[in-house]
């Protein structure tokens, strides 16, 4: 009996010395204290999945497994506007958000998604790092949202239709899809189409039905939505040079260490270099890759679009006056 009992105990002391070892091993992970999730409405593999996988490992290893992003790609989030309402409230969620969703909150915003807003990218970018974008943003933190960062190239946005288009007339009876975005559709408006907004998800079947007659986006996402299939030709307008902005709940990021703040804005913005260089090279690749897959690609006189798109900038008298001028001579300037 006796030495049954010291067996017993044997056991149970091996039991708890190996658990104590287990636990303090080194390569064990704890459970993170911080879970942000990352909603967005690409699928994976586009360029913008990849820079969020990117920008996940890399807030991983810079909180030391404290911090975890949580990807929720192909809005399983549910769209835009749910996931943004979820934020206001406080959850601790991240999506990409444009200017032109924000005209909501802080009208002047809307600017940085208008048309032909400068010679490329980096003038976007370049506004995005000046005075004025920071008192935007400021303001927008009272409205309950965070920029964590604005230098996410998103891409330059074209369009994908069902007939040929080469000169602003040839849009005209055509619907073409846009974002809800006011800005945006009134730059669709301008450039001589009828613009159709919807979600993002819904614009396939759309096209495949005939409810719309073309789409517009960058690139990579025309793509990694099939847009090319239902649509044959890419219009290479150039429209809008897309940079986002990813953007958190501003309760939420109230709440966070200052230390988990700084490593989530540092990685966001290191991810966002990632992204940039991503985007540029699939846009080169994905054109070779549409045109593989019986795609017509149509060179355009940029400048007869743009011209059609200027009236744009007149349709918002809530801006502050003179703020499409005062972008331009910051841009002139810097």
């Known amino acids: 009996m006796q030495n049954i009992l010291f067996s017993r105990r044997q056991i149970i002391a091996c039991l708890i010395g190996g658990a104590l070892a287990i636990a303090g091993m080194p390569n064990a992970e704890a459970a993170p204290k911080y879970t942000i999730k990352v909603a967005y ?12 996988h ?8 810079k909180t030391k497994g404290e911090g975890e992003l949580l990807l929720y790609p192909s809005s399983q989030l549910g769209s835009k506007k749910d996931v943004m309402e979820q934020m206001k409230m406080g959850a601790a969620m991240v999506t990409l958000t444009d200017g032109a969703f924000f005209a909501d909150y802080v009208p002047d915003f809307a600017i940085m998604m208008g048309p032909y807003l400068g010679k490329d990218y980096t003038d976007v970018i ?25 230098n996410w190239l998103y891409g330059s946005r074209h369009m994908v239709t069902k007939k040929p288009v080469r000169t602003p007339a040839d849009l005209k009876g055509m619907k073409i899809r846009v ?3 006011r800005i945006q559709i009134e730059a669709m408006k301008a450039m001589g189409a009828t613009p159709t ?9 759309a096209l495949t039905t005939g409810v719309i007659d073309g789409a517009e986006n960058p690139i990579p996402v025309l793509y990694g939505q099939k847009h090319h299939e239902p649509a044959k030709y890419l219009i290479l307008t150039g429209h809008l040079d897309n940079v986002t902005n990813l953007t958190i709940s ?11 703040k700084k490593a989530l804005v540092d990685t966001c913005l290191q991810a966002g270099d990632f992204m940039t ?12 890759k549409m045109k593989k897959e019986g795609v017509t690609v149509i060179e355009v006189d940029r400048n007869l679009f743009r011209e059609a798109a200027k009236s744009t900038y007149t349709k918002f008298p809530e801006w502050t006056p003179g703020l499409y001028d005062k972008l331009q001579d910051y841009l002139k300037t810097h």
């Not at 990117?54 to 290893?61: G, I, T």
């Not at 993002?200 to 079947?205: H, M, Q, S």
């Not at 501003?250 to 988990?260: C, G, I, M, T």
């Open 54 to 61: 990117e920008w996940a490992r890399l807030f991983k290893d």
């Open 277 to 288: 260089r991503v985007t540029l090279e699939a846009e080169k690749d994905t054109i070779e």
């Open 41 to 52: 409405e690409n699928n994976p593999g586009e360029p913008i999945d990849k820079a969020m």
């Open 126 to 150: 370049k506004l995005s790092n000046s005075p004025w974008f920071a008192d935007m943003s400021q303001q927008l933190d009272k409205k309950g949202f965070h920029i964590i960062a604005a």
């Open 250 to 260: 501003q309760k939420y990021f109230e709440r966070l260490p200052a230390d988990v």
């Open 179 to 181: 974002p809800n975005a």
């Open 197 to 205: 907004p919807m979600p993002l998800a819904e614009v396939y079947p």
